[in-house]
């Protein structure tokens, strides 16, 4: 996707602090460069911190999209079966246990629901391997088990961000395009917010963009 875009016009591990300047005339900013000047902005980062990127005089862009909550999240890849039933016949693609005290070192996850996928379940690939990938665990699976844990911060829907997705950052809304300022991510999907989420925003995106070059 990336191959005809230049190579010096590509910019990884390089964090931008602030955005500058109005449509068509964008100065990104980092702690030892700038970049720009660019008519689009598109920001694909969660929605508290393109808050913080957003030029002077977005405040009302600003102020909705601080509206989206996010909350830690543990994603844990395992092969421990202790997370599953026991029994062959319970088991599903996903099997959920209601919020209980967690153990200490997990306890910023307490009141909420443990979620543990049989990632083998349907893949014809993964039968010689039982795997299983457990999101906020009450308890750490046999550290011998352990393949893989990954700590990020998950945007949590709630009534007013559902409002404020439907009524600012849709198709029409002022959040999308507004001054060429662009948003995609997880946060902007239909349904729980993973990554397929992100994609969808994103081609929206797209499409919206290129439909103002017609």
Request: proline share 8%; net charge neutral.
């Amino acid at each position: 996707m990336t191959t005809s875009i230049p190579k010096h016009h590509v910019h990884v591990s390089t964090t931008i602090t602030r955005i500058s300047g109005g449509p068509h005339n964008y100065t990104l900013h980092s702690s030892t460069s700038t970049f720009g000047p660019f008519n689009h902005i598109i920001l694909a980062t969660p929605a508290p911190i393109s808050a913080t990127l957003l030029p002077d005089g977005e405040s009302q862009l600003r102020d909705a999209l601080k509206t989206f909550k996010y909350v830690p999240t543990l994603v844990v890849t395992h092969t421990d079966p202790s997370f599953i039933p026991s029994s062959p016949s319970l088991h599903r693609d996903l099997h959920f246990q209601r919020p209980s005290k967690p153990i200490s070192a997990l306890q910023n996850l307490e009141g909420t629901t443990q979620a543990t996928h049989i990632l083998h379940y349907r893949s014809p690939y993964l039968q010689s391997v039982k795997l299983y990938q457990t999101t906020n665990p009450h308890r750490f699976p046999r550290k011998e088990t352990i393949l893989s844990q990954t700590w990020f911060e998950r945007f949590l829907p709630t009534l007013e961000s559902l409002r404020v997705r439907r009524e600012v950052f849709c198709r029409e809304g002022l959040g999308q395009g507004n001054d060429n300022i662009w948003f995609v991510g997880s946060w902007l999907g239909e349904g729980i917010p993973l990554l397929e989420g992100c994609v969808e925003s994103a081609e929206r995106v797209v499409d919206m963009i290129l439909s103002l070059e017609e």
